[in-house]
């Protein structure tokens, strides 16, 4: 069974953390905005007879404190530094799924590798939202989801009073096709946790940086994971793999994910390649 852990960051925020145990070796598993650490259920179980399987529930979200402060993704690294140090963690293997790869290559860009055995990013653009200066090829490559004009209008509607209204739209986007009715709405009611003043102006942040630059100084072996299906195009895995020094390339044809939540669509998948990669000989 997963115990449940707290810490306190050294802001005086209480976060929330399952910690499988085990010898096995560690792998820090990173959520998305807007998300808890329940996305890696099929995770903890399945990956975890191998490993030592430790998610988080970053501030303002799932059942960790939800403070008026620290809603950036650099803080949010800053937290996860604090979560391996309280752990004892001096090496580990990392994931990071949407936002929660942003989140490692903020504690990348901080902090270095040093710590990190192996590197999984899972459907992450290098930058979210284009801004003026970027030619159309670089838009296309950092496989950027808005520009600064629209992510400005989407904050302002979530924060507004069809905020409940236009996150649910803007989660259900998230999925191609006709998602399962039971998996469209655990996401959607995880999603519900956490408030619109951490919400709004993380999502903000989140979207507004450009990790183009961290990417080739990521000297750790790395897989790369997207998904045919995902509102994030391939094209921007591709850039990103193409981009981190030797890193592996998994994209999920629709036949078995269809989302940008194939941990959640296809859990066996996922796991073997997931599994495989950190099981691998060291490069």
Do not use: C, K
């Given at each position: 069974m997963r115990a449940v852990g707290h810490f306190t960051t050294s802001d005086g925020v209480?976060?929330?953390y399952r910690d499988s145990g085990g010898e096995g070796f560690p792998l820090v598993m990173l959520h998305g905005w807007g998300?808890?650490?329940?996305?890696?259920?099929?995770?903890?179980?399945?990956?975890?007879?191998?490993?030592?399987?430790?998610?988080l529930d970053f501030r303002g979200h799932g059942l960790s404190d939800k403070p008026h402060h620290g809603y950036r993704i650099a803080r949010f690294a800053a937290d996860v530094l604090q979560l391996v140090d309280h752990l004892g963690l001096?090496?580990?293997?990392?994931?990071?799924?949407?936002?929660?790869?942003?989140?490692?290559?903020?504690?990348?860009?901080?902090?270095?590798?040093?710590r990190i055995r192996r590197f999984v990013a899972v459907d992450q653009p290098a930058a979210v939202a284009a801004v003026p200066w970027m030619s159309a090829e670089q838009r296309q490559q950092s496989g950027a989801i808005f520009d600064v004009a629209t992510l400005v209008a989407?904050?302002?509607?979530?924060?507004?009073?069809?905020?409940?209204?236009?996150?649910?739209?803007?989660?259900?986007?998230m999925f191609s096709g006709d998602p399962e009715p039971e998996l469209?709405?655990?996401?959607?009611?995880?999603?519900?946790?956490?408030p619109a003043y951490a919400a709004v102006p993380l999502l903000f942040d989140h979207c507004a940086q450009d990790w183009r630059d961290v990417l080739p100084r990521i000297d750790v072996p790395a897989l790369v994971v997207g998904c045919d299906g995902s509102h994030v195009h391939p094209s921007s895995q591709e850039y990103v793999a193409h981009r981190i020094p030797g890193a592996r390339l998994h994209v999920f044809p629709?036949?078995?994910?269809?989302?940008?939540?194939?941990?959640?669509e296809n859990p066996p998948a996922f796991n073997a390649v997931v599994g495989a990669f950190l099981a691998a000989e060291e490069n």
């Open positions: 209480s976060l929330v998300q808890t650490q329940e996305m890696f259920r099929h995770q903890a179980t399945g990956l975890a007879p191998a490993r030592r399987v430790i998610t001096d090496r580990f293997d990392a994931l990071g799924w949407s936002m929660g790869t942003s989140v490692w290559w903020s504690f990348i860009d901080q902090y270095g590798t040093g989407l904050g302002a509607e979530l924060a507004g009073p069809r905020g409940e209204q236009a996150r649910e739209e803007f989660v259900r986007g469209l709405s655990f996401v959607a009611e995880q999603n519900r946790l956490t629709v036949t078995e994910a269809n989302s940008h939540f194939p941990f959640l």
